[in-house]
């Protein structure tokens, strides 16, 4: 069996003869930021992931309470999207993401863990060094760019959930501390005052480099709140998208009506960044247009970001809220082409 060593096959679009292979930095967490992953790999070879690591529920949150490490689950994932589209990609892409299933002893150590999420633990305590753990987990994937977290340490995300209270008639706050659990905060009433524990926790520093040196920042899509969010609430990571001589463009979601954003729609989670980060400004956002229920608000929101918009068709054609890989790497391109490095 023969396995590809070279740079992964860009998609093969019609490039005008100026274009450039630009360097990519996308951030998020979890299926969001594979699904930009999935996309811009087919348009950049010099490809970095940042990834949350926040994440407190499953498999991600025992390790993280057993070991005191980051969170590896949306790491693991981020990997999994960078794997090549050979057979040895397509298999460690699936063997990373293979999760156990005992349905004899449900009491089984094993149950609910990937063997992505053990075998990055195994390398960072072999290793003592997160990203040098993560370096060697995509040499052995044959990962096409890198994978870093937003924080070398552990972060909890907390925030408040304004609710009505049936006995006094009024909106009373709640608070949220968690991941997971503000995950699903929003069914109960509006999110607010989201925030990071530790609130100045530092970035990692290779992270901070490579948003310095990108052509283009690509934050989502993924969990507003939990996904998206962190990266301009952490403060030396909001600094450096800020200051960035790099293109900034903001992937949106295809479900707007989730658990953490229930009744948001799409000029009002635009609204969201501006009120969290005000001093970060965006070159394009990238919406399908049939998401977008009030164009000339989304467009307002959008301008007030400094941002130009871009609507464009990119989810799966059986109609679920899923990401269609060459349709959201055609959007990149039509915007990476329209705006320029």
């Known amino acids: 069996m023969a396995f590809g060593t070279g ?6 679009i019609n490039r005008p003869d100026n274009y450039q292979n630009p360097s990519v930095v996308a951030l998020g967490g979890g299926h969001g930021l594979a699904a930009s992953l999935s996309a811009l790999r087919r348009l950049s070879t010099e490809l970095t992931a940042i990834v949350t690591v926040a994440d407190d529920g499953g498999s991600s949150g025992r390790i993280r309470g057993s070991f005191d ?31 156990f299933d005992s349905q004899a002893n449900i009491d089984e150590p094993l149950n609910g863990h990937s063997v992505g999420n053990l075998l990055i633990l195994a390398l960072w305590e072999l290793l003592d060094d997160p990203v040098a753990g993560l370096r060697w987990a995509g040499a052995l994937l044959g990962a096409r760019g890198q994978v870093l977290p937003m924080s070398t340490v552990p972060l909890s995300i907390q925030g408040e959930v304004l609710e ?8 009373v706050r709640r608070k949220i501390t968690g991941q997971a659990k503000l995950a699903k905060a929003g069914n109960g009433g509006l999110v ?10 530092p970035a990692c520093a290779e992270a901070l480099n490579a948003i310095e040196l990108a052509d283009w920042v690509v934050l989502g899509p993924g969990s507003w709140y939990t996904s998206v969010l962190p990266h301009l609430l952490l403060p030396d990571m909001r600094r450096a998208i800020a200051n960035t001589t790099g293109k900034r463009l903001l992937t949106m979601n295809l479900d707007l009506d989730t658990a ?11 609204e969201v960044l501006g009120r969290y980060a005000p001093e970060v400004r965006f070159d394009a956002i990238l919406a399908d247009e049939s998401l977008v229920n009030n164009k000339e608000r989304f467009e307002l929101a959008a301008q007030k970001l400094g941002a130009r918009t871009f609507f464009s068709r990119v989810g799966v054609s059986d109609g679920r809220a899923v ?6 790497a055609a959007a990149y391109h039509e915007v990476f082409t329209a705006i320029g490095s």
């Open 7 to 12: 740079p992964i096959p860009l998609l093969n």
């Open 69 to 99: 490490v980051l969170p590896p689950g949306d790491l693991r994932m981020a990997l999994a999207a960078l794997c090549d589209d050979n057979d040895w990609g397509r298999t460690w892409r699936d063997v990373m993401q293979h999760r």
């Open 164 to 171: 009505s209270d049936p006995l006094s008639d009024s909106l």
């Open 192 to 201: 607010t005052n989201v925030s990071l524990v530790p609130d100045d926790a």
């Open 260 to 270: 953490e954003t229930s009744g948001l729609d799409a000029a009002a989670h635009l």
């Open 323 to 328: 990401h269609d890989p060459l349709r959201l």
